[in-house]
């Protein structure tokens, strides 16, 4: 991998890390620290590199980064106005954290209410630069319109406005309302973005802490596990982002279920029981009213409990094999219950979950799908970010308002 590539991912992944936690949180210097080291390696060969960000094209000096080529951010980074981008020799590393301190607030422009931003003030330091390109200029890398300073507002661009939309979406459903599929689908691509700033991937995956919220941070990490998996198993991007709705929304029938019952220390009636497995029958039923093209998610949400030996649930009278993003969801799905303290029981510990995983490939879980799944989680160790509803809650919060520079 080149150096201006090696620096742009991970330059994407500072600013997924500190859009994810709160201003104190270790993982922000680290990902900085990484990444300002990674420019200054690149500026040895090249004092003042230079970025464009074309549609679905990144640009370096002049030349195209073939792979970069429909690299997400470079898109995500066009949208938010930084279209071109400039550091200086002397570039320090305040000055780099600032700036993507002030990414982060860009990025979250689209989803928030413009008039609330601060003007920003122009920076003291003019080491890094950044802007839209012209398009009526001659040479449409250097018409460069009047450079825009960096707003030093941080706004809730984290993963709380994920958890947020999570938690409305539940809300709808059992309110009867209908399935807000266009945000569902607009969490995944944020958690997609989120896992994926770095060549190396990371897996953001929430805790749980008040056993209520146990829907919602489910979901999210069975959506985030799931394209990882996805992608582990060679998937391309887009099946990649259908499976992470699926993942998302493979609980859904839960939220028809009643809270008691469904955080019931004890043991269950078989009415009880009943009432909790109809969540498949019932969430494939929800996301069927809502949108016929979301089959794969329908699927998945009926299938998410059927093991490979045909057990578990709900009962088919003829068996025929599940969708092969019915097994991916099963696999991540006894991953993240297991690891997540129930009211009816603790949270096993990592390593003894994976050897449950194992010694169920054939009866449980597809043997490859386990196989690669164990293999990728033992790969990700030190890559899991775990961050609690509560510590995205007090990040958003630590980071307003706006403070100036
Ligand atoms: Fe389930
Ligand atoms: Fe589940």
Known sequence: MSEPVRFLTSFAQSVATM????????????????????????????AQ?????????VVYGQRPLRDMRDWEWGARLAAAG????????????????????GIVS???????????????GPRASGAIRFGAIGIRGENRFASFVPEVSLPTTRLTYELS??????????????????LPLLEAESVVRSLAVAMHGDQEMLLPLLTLR???????????NVSVLTMALAEAMGMGARDVRAFGVAGLLHDLGKTRVPLEVLNKPGR???????????????????ILESDRDLDLAAAVAYEHHIMIDGGGYPHRRIARKCHCASTLVHVCDVYDALRTHRPYRVAWETTAVLDYIE???????????????????????????????????AGVQAAAPATSP
């Not at 201003?23 to 500026?43: C, E, G, I, M």
């Not at 930084?82 to 600032?98: K, M, N, P, S, Y």
């Not at 829907?215 to 999210?220: D, I, K, V, Y």
């Open 49 to 57: 590199p230079e970025f464009s960000f074309l549609g679905d094209e």
């Open 359 to 393: 010694q169920g490939a054939g009866t449980d879980f597809d043997p490859e799908i386990a196989r690669t799944f164990v293999e990728l989680m033992r790969r990700m160790e030190g890559r899991i970010e775990h961050a609690s509803l509560a510590d995205l809650r």
């Open 210 to 220: 008040e056993f209520d919220e146990y829907t919602t941070t489910h979901s999210l």
């Open 106 to 120: 860009r990025l979250a422009l689209p989803m928030t209410d413009s008039s609330q931003m601060r003007p920003a």
């Open 268 to 286: 269950l009636t078989d009415d009880e029981r009943v009432v909790i497995q109809n969540h498949t029958v019932e969430g494939a039923r929800i």
């Open 161 to 178: 406005e994920e958890v947020a939309t999570v938690e409305w979406m539940h809300d709808q459903v059992k309110a009867r309302e209908e």
């Open 19 to 46: 859009a994810l936690y709160g201003p104190s949180h270790p993982a922000r210097t680290r990902a900085v620290d990484a990444s300002y080291r990674l420019l200054r390696d690149l500026q040895a060969h090249d």
């Open 82 to 101: 930084v279209q071109r981008l400039e550091f200086a020799t002397d570039v320090t590393r305040d000055e780099f954290e600032a700036f993507v301190e």
